[in-house]
Nanobody, 115 residues
Framework: QVQLVESGGGLVQAGGSLRLSCAAS????????LGWYRQAPGKQRELVAR???????NYADSVKGRFTISRDNAKTTAWLQMNNLKPEDTAVYYC?????????WGQGTQVTVSS
């Protein structure tokens, strides 16, 4: 069994920064942390940032230039550095991992940006 645990969320003023962490534990053999998603109230879950198999990254247009995704060599820990946060970044942030055809999600961490 695999658990993904996110941390680092909280309340921050607009323009501030937060750094989210996601760590996989349990049966992590073959697990690859892939990216971060977020879900705001009343909205669908959306991709924020992703690390591809070749190490390249993709970002939602709304966070380009402000957020940076990174991952350790073991691919079982990932981070999301969020700078210049905006009120519209308020959401629950989830990390996503996969092993073969199985997908895993963390429990989510709340990020609230006040104006």
């Amino acid at each position: 069994q695999v658990q993904l645990v996110e941390s680092g969320g909280g309340l921050v003023q607009a323009g501030g920064s937060l750094r989210l962490s996601c760590a996989a534990s349990g049966s992590t053999r073959g697990i690859i942390l892939l990216g971060w998603y977020r879900q705001a109230p009343g909205k669908q879950r959306e991709l924020v940032a992703r690390i591809n198999s070749d190490g390249s990254t993709n970002y939602a247009d709304s966070v380009k230039g402000r957020f940076t995704i990174s991952r350790d060599n073991a691919k079982t820990t990932a981070w999301l550095q969020m700078n210049n946060l905006k009120p519209e970044d308020t959401a629950v942030y989830y990390c996503h991992a996969a092993r073969l055809t199985f997908n895993y999600w963390g429990q989510g961490t709340q990020v609230t940006v006040s104006s």
